[in-house]
């Protein structure tokens, strides 16, 4: 068995809680979870269930996908799941939002930095400091773990990705800001572009904390283009869609714009081009998001999916 390797303490995790140094497979931090190194690679982190405000909440949604749900998920590669989560934990996850929201603690993405259309030209120009993430949600928070780890969003993955699911919080795992006036377009992406597993079997995992609609900035999603393999050509040199090849029009004519109510999940494939329109409102929109994947499916030694820790999912 490998060594078990001092989390640093400036990893975000750490912040959770104290971390020690030991010579056992797990070293704990707070809000009872654990480090434990997965081979030689990275680690992962097994989490408890301890008593927790909203659990028996989100345990009234445990229900798993029905045989329609999951036949319209492997067709499409996205699925809408209205109220998933509990009124008062949306409600308490939105006030947390916005605290967190107007202290803008960094790791954040800036809108100028991603230079979307619609996005400022630098963080000097009008606009510029506007934060488009908080990344590391679950350090910021044990609400926002609570959540990712809870038996409503682990009941319908089992089917999608197997029994054992581990979250990544190399990727996603963050609170997404739209604010009006300096929010921009994504285009068609697919969230693999940049990510580095065995396989590209993720699903994520999104819940709206106030109404995305198509004001305030939806989500629109290409079906079935998680089952075709795209060759290089049909995409620009940052892995986004090209909208002038001739091999992507019909795909791009089949479009499904998605409007969110708060309490609403959307769960879609890794591999599902999909795309979100500006904030054309004058009210911010909120959601958060998490990705998941099967505990066999793992991150490419050396590659940033690899670089941080990983929670493995409770089976109960």
């Known amino acids: 068995m490998s060594p078990v390797r001092e989390v640093p303490t400036n990893h975000p995790a750490s912040r959770a809680g104290t971390v ?120 910021r928070h044990p609400l926002f773990l609570e959540w990712a780890c809870s038996p409503a969003i682990a009941q319908r993955l089992r089917p999608l990705l197997g029994d054992q699911l581990v979250l990544p919080l190399a990727h996603h795992n963050c609170i997404m800001l739209k604010d009006p006036t300096f929010s921009s377009d994504t285009d068609w992406h697919q969230d693999c572009r940049y990510w580095n597993y065995e396989r590209t079997d993720l699903v994520s995992v999104q819940l709206a904390l106030n109404d995305l609609t198509a004001t305030t900035g939806s989500l629109h999603f290409l079906p079935g283009s998680h089952r075709i393999d795209f060759g290089p050509d049909r995409l620009d040199e940052e892995k986004f869609l090209r909208l002038d090849h001739p091999a992507n029009q019909e795909l791009l004519a089949s479009v499904v714009e998605t409007e969110l109510a708060a309490g609403d999940v959307v769960l879609f494939h890794a591999r599902t081009f999909h795309a979100a329109s500006r904030n054309r409102s004058d009210q911010p929109r909120r959601s958060v998001i998490f990705t998941y994947h099967c505990a066999d499916n793992r991150p490419m030694p050396g590659s940033r999916s690899a670089a941080s820790p990983e929670i493995i999912i409770p089976c109960d």
Do not use: C, W
């Not at 480090?35 to 989490?47: I, Q, S, T, Y």
């Not at 809408?80 to 996850?93: M, N, S, T």
């Not at 809108?111 to 619609?118: D, F, I, L, Q, R």
């Open 20 to 139: 020690r140094k030991k010579t056992d497979v797990t070293t704990t931090v707070g809000v009872g979870i654990g480090f434990a190194l997965d081979g030689a690679r990275h680690f992962r982190m097994p989490v408890s269930r301890p008593p927790r405000s909203h659990l028996h909440e989100i345990e009234q949604h445990m229900d798993a996908l029905t045989p329609g749900e999951l036949e319209f998920f492997q067709e499409n590669g996205f699925l809408v799941l209205q109220q998933l989560a509990p009124v008062a934990l949306v409600e308490r996850l939105g006030l947390l939002t916005e605290e967190l929201a107007s202290i803008a603690d960094p790791p954040v993405e800036y809108e100028a930095s991603v230079g979307y259309p619609g996005a400022p030209e630098s963080q000097a120009s009008p606009g510029g400091r506007t934060v488009r993430r908080l990344r590391h949600a679950v350090s």
